[in-house]
């Protein structure tokens, strides 16, 4: 971290506009509590195993998300700094497995921190592999060198864009496990018409009998609020 911080000229303002997000590997206390005296935000996997099972029996409510079920307690130890704690239980062979993490970070639920968790740095998955399937990257070569380069470019672009719409328009919704690839083959590629007026999109009308159309018709209204 500190040679991340002299080579991205991490500052105290820049810091407190960064979070950290790591599997159980790095998750220890005092890790933690380094990263948040240096003023960063956290979203960690607490490495701790025996700790995870002992806070589940603190745990008053479980709700459901996906294949799995969260629930928050207090923190277990000091970390210097407020944080939430939150207990994962997912059921496997019969026998429930246990996890927890810590954040700073302020959000509307539990499920948008699990959410953000798993939006963790995983370059060779989320970037490569995605990028070649979702955006045909493998497909749709230039045989000039700066028109593949501009191309590049281009997909960085829609890597990016994508990435957001995911976080803004389809995290909380039935979408929320799409990679790039079905964002971009089964929802991007509804039809329907974008109504302009005076230069500015103003509706976007979706082909009622495509599938999945009136569910995306809401993440496209929340996207486009801003919400």
């Known amino acids: 971290m500190r040679a991340a911080e002299t080579a991205l000229e991490l500052a105290s303002e820049h810091r407190k506009r960064t979070v950290i997000r790591t599997d159980g590997g790095a998750g220890t206390d005092a890790h933690i509590r380094w990263l948040l005296a240096r003023d960063y935000h956290v979203m960690m996997k607490g490495s701790a195993n025996r700790r995870a099972k002992a806070l589940a029996k603190r745990v008053r409510r479980w709700d459901p998300f996906a294949d799995y079920w969260l629930g928050e307690v207090p923190a277990p130890v000091d970390y210097g700094r407020p944080v939430r704690v939150f207990i994962k239980r997912r059921l496997k062979k019969g026998q429930f497995l246990y996890s927890y993490y810590v954040s700073t970070l302020s959000l509307p639920c539990k499920g948008h921190f699990m959410a953000r ?11 490569f592999r995605s990028d070649k399937s979702g955006l045909q990257l493998e497909v749709r070569r230039k045989h000039n060198f700066y028109a593949q380069k501009g191309f590049i470019l281009l997909a960085d672009l829609a890597h990016n864009l994508l990435a957001d719409f995911h976080h803004r328009a389809l995290c909380g919704s039935r979408f929320e496990a799409y990679g790039l690839k079905r964002i ?19 509706q976007v009308e979706l082909l009622s009998k495509k599938q999945f159309s009136k569910e995306l018709a809401l993440c496209l209204e929340r996207y486009g609020s801003g919400r």
Not at 190 to 200: A, C, D, I, R, Y
Request: proline fraction near 0%; charged fraction near 25%; avoid cysteine.
């Open 117 to 127: 968790y798993n939006h963790r740095g995983g370059a060779e998955v989320e970037q």
């Open 184 to 202: 971009v083959r089964d929802l991007l590629a509804t039809s329907g018409n974008l109504v302009f007026e005076q230069g500015k999109l103003v």
